[in-house]
């Protein structure tokens, strides 16, 4: 036991002492400040690593008894109750904190070069171990008080990764920490709720059961932190704007890895912890569920920015974990889980690639770009695996962890309820969601590395192998955790936390892969034996016109038929208005609203008296009455 | 202790008289002296309240001892409630004042505008110490005559305008006041506040009590700027010099408004339900609608000024749910709660907003305009306003770590563990829109487009003084948040709140029985 608090005050305290220093370090020693960054996250990974498998029961550490606050000599919190300050180390807090760790070290790796240039963003490097102290420590917290604490401070840090250099990005940033704040206001809301009716605000000693309406509201309160944190549907509009407007690591760290780890796991907490769900309320979240998969990559479809395009995709994935976890049953839970931590993977590494490709062109719509597999092999190869995965394709990871969410929809299936005879939507709209994403991920892949080579475009190079080992080594766990899914991963990290699970139907992903592999194998040694090498190229036939260099075809225009077809065309036409945006829905309102009463302040100075003796008069008939 | 309790109206009352005289032959003199004066009286009360001792001490002017039971001399009173309002005002003067250093070079009439401030500042420590009500009266008008002056220190059409209008409402609020205190004294026969408490108590006259009560709350509702008595507030708070700005917004509505409401109604009156929820009525009316106001605008310092209206519902809200809880008979402990939520809140709107008001009195100081439609890209030119205006726009708004954060907190629970479940989900609502305008400050003022327009202009870093104030601001934002450790709560906020919750205590030490 003594040597857990050893290691959780490594964990907690390195990284906010180090981002502290870091923070009053000036911006020309940025070298070093990096360097010394990595070096934190790296012993933080190597502690989470070590508390992860150092065993003890899961249980409840409270900071004031364990000397943790005693540094002083005399704990000043002494008096007050001791659950505010109570740490909880159970599986799925230590499954998470390695995963957090692991996320800043390979994001730091990648800045390192990324971040090394001019009007780079400030204090990044103070920023970015500052988000893993808080991260830390909303994972490990007990009590809701300080998971509330910490949750807030996320945000702020989020504001502060984005750099508002532009009109556009500094109104993305202003939406990004509005939507996040609100959020976090309106979970106090529901915390305030659950301790007035419950008495207690430590999330182990929670047990309630939605039955009436202020429970219910207590849960929408806190459903609502947890999706916009997480960016699922109707929360999720800040992500896109943000992963377009941001730079690469801080979109690849918070959205794309920390921010649905975070937000997924507070989902599992208050679905499975918290509350006891009824049938009606699983329904709902469904339905969130299945409509964030489909509106984003609907969404995700039309973008002409690739970076935006990711934006939506890490929406839409968000109703997959969403899904899983509102199946209620282990099954779900660990394909939800499971499929957090793929997804974590593969978009942060496409957000790597994506700031890769930024940095080497300079440009971040798609129909500038082109032809760049050969120039920069390793980043095509990489960004090709991820977006394999994330369009569900097997032997990848995000197949495995798909293929989990369906067996887990088809036996909620068998269940009765309203939900359950439901399963059949749920189910499809998963699978077109995955179809979707393979449909848009093509424009990603062909748009950016195939196709011809852009005149603009030819001395682009590879970029520097501290940017692109993080890549590699998510692209080879992305593959590995594809291939041997059924046989260790899930035993080895999912089971501890959810307990056992029993898939229905024979599954060995291992075999799978290994049958891919020989038919692949077979493939290239039919090419290479009847020698299919051997093809004529020529010029496209363009009806006798001459084919100039500078005419493509560029992928991105093929997706004009969705945009254009039927009844989708009105939808894209006031989504692109912004009439689903529930940020701009609400600033027309508050607008509005402020300039009735603004109408009211004209400034005559015979209007102000005669306010005053009419709250004077208001309040005699007040009293009289 | 007790012989000091007369210096913190002494000293900055005789120092702006030095002033007036001196101050145009020494050069500097006038600042040099404001700051060592704040600096004084700062300490001073800063010694009572670290001493932990937390008795009240009472000062007889002219050595008057009761007769027979009866007062006959003005007394002043230094209470754990009074003290925690003497930190609040002669700090931030004290910052305000360093800050004028440089500020005030950019007008004229150096001398004057110090010899005003103290004048202000010795006002509102008379009030705040004061346990005679018509003498309070009497502070009260040598604070908003000498904010008059300061309003209209710029002379231009604007200033005049705003002061004018303020001088009308300030003359409603004193001729309301004025009559109410008339009123009691008619009815009492007595002007000390624990001796018309005793008589109060005994008389069941409550038409006439109610109605004194309504024309004061209506009277120091002009003072605080509450809704619906708030018409001079943007208009005041926004064209006064930036270090008034602050004192204005961050002290004088509370220390004239907000403090004299509070004391009255917990230490004079006996708390009833229908003066608790309309109070509380008119707190949440304030906060509604000012956030509203506010998000609308695109003056900065207008902006600001509507925040502070609805920021001090926030702080009627927490104190009036206290009065609502004690009122039905509801635990103590709650009610303490609420309260110390909304203490907490003023204190902390005292920082934060004093700092939004010296941030954009930076701006202005750059830049010459108050739009922020003409702002923009200042992060690089200005880091430090930059960096300080958003440590308090986040402590405004309510994030943590900063101090707003902890005060908002502690009232939306107190709201929600007395069943107020709509002020709770209000509350919320307002800080999120709070969290909107400042994101539009922020924006505005600091990104959005590029500093290229200021590159000839020589936009930088504001001088020291200023910076100073501000980073120690910025500081105090953060470093107020641990008053929420219970052993630092205990000995600085409690004690305040338990001098409003004790009725009794300051009856009897004003009483000397």
């Known amino acids: 036991m003594n040597l857990i608090i050893t290691y959780l005050e490594i964990i907690i305290l390195l990284p906010v002492i180090a981002g502290v220093i870091l923070f009053f370090l000036p911006e020309k020693y940025r070298k070093i400040k990096s360097l010394a960054a990595l070096a934190v996250s790296l012993m933080v990974l190597y502690y989470t690593v070590k508390l992860y498998f150092s065993g003890g029961a899961p249980g409840q550490i409270n900071l004031i008894e364990t000397g943790f606050l005693n540094w002083l000599g005399t704990s000043y919190l002494s008096g007050s109750s001791g659950n505010f300050f109570m740490l909880n180390l159970d599986n799925l807090a230590r499954f998470i904190l390695l995963l957090v760790a692991f996320f800043s070290v390979l994001i730091l790796l990648y800045s390192y070069v990324y971040m090394d240039r001019k009007n780079a963003l400030r204090n990044y490097y103070s920023l970015i171990l500052l988000t893993l102290w808080a991260s830390v420590c909303t994972v490990l917290s007990d009590s809701l008080f300080m998971f509330i604490f910490f949750w807030g401070f996320l945000g702020l840090t989020l504001y502060k990764l984005i750099k508002g250099h532009d009109e556009e990005s500094s109104a993305a940033a202003k939406k990004t920490f509005i939507m996040i704040g609100a959020s976090d206001g309106i979970m106090i809301l529901g915390i305030g709720i659950l301790w007035k009716i419950t008495g207690h605000f430590n999330i182990s000693e929670l047990t309630v059961r939605t039955s009436d309406a202020i429970r219910f509201c207590a849960f929408l309160a806190l459903l609502i932190g947890s999706f916009t944190k997480a960016g699922a549907f109707p929360f999720h509009t800040w992500v896109p704007d943000f992963a377009k407007n941001a730079p690469a690591p801080s979109s690849a760290y918070l959205p794309a890895s920390l921010d649905k780890l975070l937000g997924i796991y507070f989902l599992t907490r208050i679905c499975n912890d918290i509350f006891i769900l009824s049938g009606w309320i699983r329904l709902v979240i469904l339905i969130l569920g299945g409509l964030t998969i489909i509106i984003a990559v609907m969404m995700a479809l039309i973008q002409h920015n690739y970076k935006k395009l990711l934006g939506y995709h890490a929406v839409s994935q968000v109703g997959y974990m969403v899904t899983g976890i509102g199946l209620g049953s282990v099954l779900g839970l660990v394909g939800g889980l499971f499929h957090m931590v793929n997804h974590a993977l593969y978009k942060s590494g496409l957000f790597l690639a994506s700031g890769c490709i930024e940095s080497k062109t300079g440009t971040d719509k798609l129909e500038k770009l082109g032809g760049l597999s050969r120039q920069m092999p390793i980043t095509f190869i990489c960004s090709l695996i991820f977006a394999l995965s994330i369009s569900g394709v097997p032997p990848l990871n995000g197949f495995a962890s798909k293929w989990i969410i369906y067996q887990g929809i088809i036996d909620f299936g068998k269940g009765t309820g309203m939900a359950n005879h439901l399963w059949i939507v749920w189910l499809s709209m998963a699978v077109i969601g995955s179809a979707l994403t393979l449909a848009s991920f093509i424009k990603f892949i062909s748009g950016i590395f195939l196709g011809r080579s852009r005149t603009g475009l030819k001395k682009v190079k590879e970029v520097s192998w501290m940017m692109w080992t993080p890549m590699l080594i998510l692209a080879l766990i992305c593959t590995g955790f594809g291939i041997f899914a059924s046989k260790w991963i899930i035993p080895a990290l999912f089971e501890p936390v959810t307990g056992s699970v029993t898939f229905i139907g024979v599954w060995d992903s291992s075999f799978i892969s290994l049958l891919i592999a020989v038919s692949i194998i077979l493939g290239i040694s039919f090419y290479l034996i009847f020698s299919m090498g051997r093809f004529r190229t020529d010029e496209s036939f363009i009806g006798g016109e001459t084919n100039r260099r500078d005419v493509g075809f560029e992928p991105t225009s093929f997706y004009e038929t969705i945009r254009n077809f039927g009844i989708l065309k009105p939808l894209y036409g006031w989504a692109e208005r912004k009439y689903f945006d529930i940020y701009d829905v609400s600033k027309i309102i508050t607008l509005k609203i402020s300039h009735l009463f603004s109408a009211a302040h004209n400034g005559i100075l015979s209007n102000l008296a005669f306010w005053v003796l009419a709250g004077l008069i208001f309040m005699f008939i007040f009293l009289l009455i | ?513």
């Open chain 2, 1 to 513: 202790m007790d012989q000091a309790i007369p210096v913190f109206v002494i000293i900055p009352l005789a120092a702006s008289f030095l002033i007036s005289i001196v101050g145009g032959r020494i050069g500097g003199f006038g600042k040099t002296i404001s700051v060592l004066v704040f600096l004084s009286t700062l300490i001073i009360i800063l010694t009572y309240l670290i001493s932990g001792d937390h008795a009240s001490m009472v000062y007889k002017i002219g050595g008057w001892e009761p007769v027979g039971n009866i007062p006959i001399g003005i007394y002043l009173l230094l209470d754990p409630f009074s003290g925690f309002m003497l930190i609040i005002i002669n700090g931030m003067a004290f910052l305000s004042t360093v800050y004028s250093v440089n500020y005030i070079t950019k007008y004229t009439g150096e001398k004057y505008f110090y010899t005003l401030f103290c004048i202000m500042v010795a006002g509102l420590n008379g009030v705040v110490l004061s346990g005679d009500l018509f003498n309070l009266y009497v502070f009260l008008e040598i604070t908003v005559i000498a904010s008059y002056a300061l309003v209209a220190f710029g002379t231009e059409k604007e200033e005049l305008e705003a002061s004018f209008k303020y001088q009308v409402l300030g003359g409603m609020a004193t001729a309301l006041i004025l009559f109410s205190v008339g009123m009691i004294y008619w009815y009492t026969k007595t002007l000390n506040i624990a001796d018309i408490t005793k008589i109060l108590a005994s008389s069941n006259d409550r038409m006439l009590i109610q109605f004194s009560e309504l024309i004061l709350i209506a009277g120091f509702g002009l003072k605080a700027a509450i809704m619906p008595f708030h018409g001079w507030l943007p208009d005041a708070h926004s064209s006064a010099p930036s270090p008034i700005s602050a004192m204005l917004s961050g002290v004088v509505i509370k220390a004239a408004g907000l403090y004299v409401i509070f004391r009255l109604f917990f230490n004079m009156f006996a708390i009833t339900w229908e003066i608790s929820v309309l109070i509380t009525a008119i707190g949440t009316l304030s906060m509604v609608v000012g956030v509203f106001l506010a998000i609308g605008q695109w003056d900065l310092k207008r902006l600001l000024a509507y925040h502070s209206i609805s920021q001090m519902g926030y702080v009627i809200i927490g104190v009036g749910m206290g009065m609502m809880i004690i009122a039905n008979g509801g635990n103590i402990a709650l009610a303490s709660l609420a309260i110390t939520g909304g203490l907490f809140h003023l204190i902390n709107h005292a920082v934060f907003k004093g700092l939004l008001f010296l941030n954009a009195g930076a701006i202005e100081y750059r830049l010459g305009t108050r739009d922020l439609n003409q702002m923009g890209g200042l992060f690089e030119k200005m880091p430090l306003t930059s960096g300080t205006s958003l440590a308090a726009s986040m402590a405004i708004s309510g994030i943590p770590p900063f101090n707003g954060f902890f005060s908002k907190l502690v009232i939306i629970i107190a709201a929600i563990q007395a069943k107020f479940y709509l002020l709770a989900a209000l509350a919320v609502i307002v800080s999120i829109i709070t969290l909107a305008s400042f994101m539009k400050f922020q924006r505005y003022a600091f990104f959005n487009g590029t500093s290229q327009n200021y590159a000839k202009d020589g936009v930088r870093e504001v001088p020291f003084f200023m910076s100073f104030s501000m980073l120690v601001m910025a500081l105090l934002c953060l470093a107020l948040s641990l008053l929420m450790i219970p052993a630092i709560r205990e000995s600085f906020l409690q004690p305040a709140v338990d001098a409003l919750l004790g009725n009794n205590e300051y009856f009897i030490n004003l009483l000397n029985l």
